[in-house]
């Protein structure tokens, strides 16, 4: 197991080669109980960057929406969120609530969206093995499989 200073050293590394690329996106991937929130929140702490729990943010917001608003109006909700930010990098935790099956999206093509303006580092409860990243296992509503994603990968075991 790789020790907390040492994957905050690892993601460190990795941020100021995502500033030229298409998406500024970074995942720390992990199982549940991996030890991802404490090594965003040390990230945060150290650089003085806004976390920011996905899952609480935009519940508030769709709370005031009809369900078929809400996956109509989802992302554009998280881009506000993330916009609201002054930094030029936000870190994004607990982001369960992007797989909920009514909400219609594609988790990673959105978070990739989003990376395009500001730099993205966020939690992925799940693995990345072999170039493959999964969410959730085979059969389950909300599982996901992508096969070698564009995107910077921490993995947290």
Same mark, same amino acid.
């Given at each position: 197991?790789?020790?907390?200073?040492?994957?905050?050293?690892? !993601?460190?590394?990795?941020?100021?080669? =995502?500033?030229?690329?298409?998406?500024?996106?970074?995942?720390?991937?992990?199982?549940?109980?991996?030890?991802?929130?404490?090594?965003?929140?040390?990230?945060?702490?150290?650089?003085?960057?806004? @976390?920011?729990?996905?899952? =609480?943010?935009?519940?508030? $917001?769709?709370?005031? =929406?009809?369900?078929?608003? $809400?996956?109509?109006? !989802?992302r554009?909700?998280?881009?506000?969120? !993330?916009?609201?930010?002054?930094?030029?990098?936000?870190? =994004?935790?607990? !982001?369960?609530?992007?797989?909920?099956?009514?909400?219609?999206?594609?988790?990673?093509?959105?978070?990739?969206?989003?990376? $395009?303006?500001?730099?993205?580092?966020?939690?992925?409860?799940?693995?990345?093995?072999?170039?493959?990243?999964?969410?959730?296992?085979?059969?389950?509503?909300? @599982?996901?499989?992508?096969?070698r994603?564009?995107?910077?990968?921490?993995?947290?075991?």
């Amino acid at each position: 197991m790789t020790s907390l200073p040492a994957l905050v050293e690892q !993601i460190e590394d990795i941020v100021p080669t =995502l500033r030229g690329q298409y998406h500024r996106l970074l995942l720390v991937a992990g199982p549940v109980g991996s030890g991802k929130t404490p090594l965003l929140k040390a990230l945060c702490q150290k650089h003085d960057l806004p @976390y920011l729990n996905v899952n =609480l943010a935009l519940s508030r $917001r769709l709370l005031e =929406l009809t369900d078929r608003e $809400r996956p109509l109006r !989802i992302r554009r909700l998280l881009a506000d969120v !993330i916009d609201e930010q002054p930094a030029d990098s936000v870190v =994004l935790d607990n !982001i369960e609530l992007l797989f909920d099956p009514s909400l219609h999206q594609d988790p990673l093509v959105c978070l990739q969206g989003l990376s $395009r303006n500001k730099t993205l580092i966020a939690a992925w409860g799940g693995d990345y093995i072999s170039g493959v990243l999964t969410y959730a296992e085979p059969g389950h509503p909300e @599982y996901r499989r992508y096969e070698r994603p564009e995107v910077a990968v921490v993995t947290v075991s």
